[in-house]
């Protein structure tokens, strides 16, 4: 009998059922214990969410690592910003959107903090602590003096109630603060009017909630699981380890610490003699005594001193402490010297290797969640607004405002380990038609037509001025300005310049 029959378990109807392929669906000694809850994900949002989300928010501040590890994943997020490129056909008019809206994106934060690509940075650090943010477009009146009458407010996951759980008045269904319709579509949102734990806003009941319609909210968030509704903390899968983590080190160092404290130890015949130096301090439980840099001191008959010698952490804490970091970067997806700064056994190769991976996952994030749910939303209203204003002026918008929307989000520049490498393999690609400029230069997080207008423009300057740049491929790298020879004289355009 085969190791398989072993597993092979014989049914009444005579059929054979593998339970070698099914180990995890089994109930025997090991897995006895482990009887876990089936639960849907929005179950476990509504009871455990407000706990989740403050323990978050307390670790990231208090955490070195989760406030690093934070501030990683929001920079390679966004970055300096996902730009948008209009794809409207029009040279002229595509310019006047693109001018106008990064006018508008200075006066976009209804707070005035930050621009439009600041609002992107926190959105990312709101999805690293709490897994979602909302943000609701504020219309702004004519007399405000906005370029385009819009603004974004930001407001943080607490200001929608996880209990708010019940049938609303009009008979649609309220799911953890979000009102949905008969055929689940989002219809309003029941934001509280100030955050629960803001004792600085002491004007409202903080029970108090307005319904805003979905229309005016956008709700920011990955979505594990079908049909989630509440985002949960990226830095969830991490907490456990990161907080004991975090323990063990401040015991560590209060050990150390305590230790460090006691110099030595005085052992005498009679404990009513005097002891060497100079007592500090004598209670009843003994006497300390100070001891100074250069001291040399005469013991009497029967002293004996012992000085301390602490334990140390032991060759093994470095190693672990590695190893649960290693174990900590993972459940957080982030690449472990992104998480403790630590490059000591990293080289090209390896570094090379977990950034590919990182950032697939980076970039599906950018596509799939920021400029889906946040900056194509935005964009459409922006664009509806300012032409409401009467700031853009675009022909038939009314009629086909499709011909208008579409739009190219350029994530942020990868830097690259060895960007000499990829510059030339980019160059290969495009002379084999593999990949088109347009590619290359959107990778580098720059539009295509500004970087055209730009070179023919230093271009048109440099043959003014009578410079030529060398940035051949066969020729010296990188740019460098040489006088331009003048062909009826053999001079160089300096010379002539310094004859003139």
């Known amino acids: 009998m085969g190791w398989l029959d072993a597993f092979r378990r014989r049914e009444p109807g005579g059929s054979k059922e593998v339970h070698a392929r099914l180990e995890g669906a089994m109930s025997q000694r090991r897995l006895r214990g482990w009887l876990p809850p089936l639960e849907n994900i929005n179950s476990l949002v509504a009871s455990g969410g407000p706990r989740l989300l403050a323990r978050s928010r307390e670790l990231v501040v208090t955490n070195g690592y989760a ?6 994943f929001a920079s390679n997020l966004v970055g300096d910003g996902i730009k948008p490129s209009s794809l409207i056909e029009d040279p002229a008019l595509r310019d006047r959107v693109q001018r106008l809206w990064l006018a508008w994106t200075d006066e976009a934060d209804a707070d005035g903090l930050t621009d439009f ?28 003096g906005l370029l385009v009458p819009l603004q974004l407010q930001l407001l943080q996951s607490e200001m929608l109630p996880f209990d708010a759980t019940e049938t609303a008045p009009n008979g649609n269904r309220i799911r953890c603060g979000i009102e949905f319709d008969a055929i689940g579509r ?18 409202m009941i903080t029970s108090e909630t307005v319904r805003v319609p979905a ?21 969830a899968p991490a907490m456990v380890r990161l907080f004991l983590l975090d323990q063990y080190d401040d015991a560590e160092l209060d050990r150390k610490k305590t230790a ?15 002891l060497m130096g100079e007592i500090e301090a004598t209670d009843d439980s003994g006497a300390t005594v100070s001891l100074e840099p250069g001291t040399l001191q005469v013991l009497l008959p029967g002293e004996d001193v012992k000085f301390s010698s602490p334990a140390d952490v032991g ?21 472990y010297h992104l998480v403790t700064g630590d490059v000591r056994q990293a080289n090209y190769s390896s570094l090379r290797a977990e950034l590919v991976e990182f950032r697939r996952r980076v970039e599906q994030l950018q596509h799939g969640v920021v400029a889906h749910q946040l900056c194509r939303p935005v964009w459409a209203r922006w664009l509806e607004t300012a032409v409401l204003a009467g700031a853009l002026d675009l022909p038939d918008f009314a009629r086909s405002p499709a011909r208008y929307r579409p739009v190219n989000w350029i994530p942020p520049r990868w830097d690259w380990v060895d960007p000499l490498k990829d510059i030339q393999a980019q160059v290969l690609a495009m002379e084999a038609g593999i990949i088109s400029r347009r590619k290359v230069v959107e ?12 070179n023919a423009s230093d271009a048109k300057r440099a043959g003014d001025m009578g410079l030529h740049y060398r940035t051949s491929p066969g020729e010296t790298q990188g740019a460098r300005a040489t006088p331009q020879t003048l062909p009826e004289t053999g001079a160089s355009g300096s010379d002539t310049q310094q004859e003139a």
């Open 117 to 144: 690509y600041g609002l992107q940075a926190m959105v990312a650090r709101e999805m690293f602590v709490a897994g979602e943010c909302f943000v609701r477009l504020r219309p702004r009146r004519a007399e405000d």
């Open 186 to 203: 989002r219809q309003a949102y029941h934001f509280r009017r100030r955050h629960p734990g803001d004792s600085t806003d002491q004007g």
């Open 443 to 454: 990778a580098t997080g720059y539009d295509v037509e500004e970087i055209d207008r730009e």
């Open 215 to 235: 229309d005016e909210v956008l709700h920011i968030y990955r979505p594990i699981d079908a049909g989630q509704i509440r985002g949960l903390p990226h830095v």
């Open 67 to 72: 406030a690093n590890a934070c501030e990683a």
């Open 260 to 274: 460090a404290m006691f110099a030595g130890f005085i052992t005498k015949t009679a404990p009513e003699e005097q």
């Open 315 to 335: 060759g093994g804490y470095e190693a672990f402490q590695y190893r649960t970091l290693l174990s900590v970067s993972a459940s957080l997806g982030l690449p």
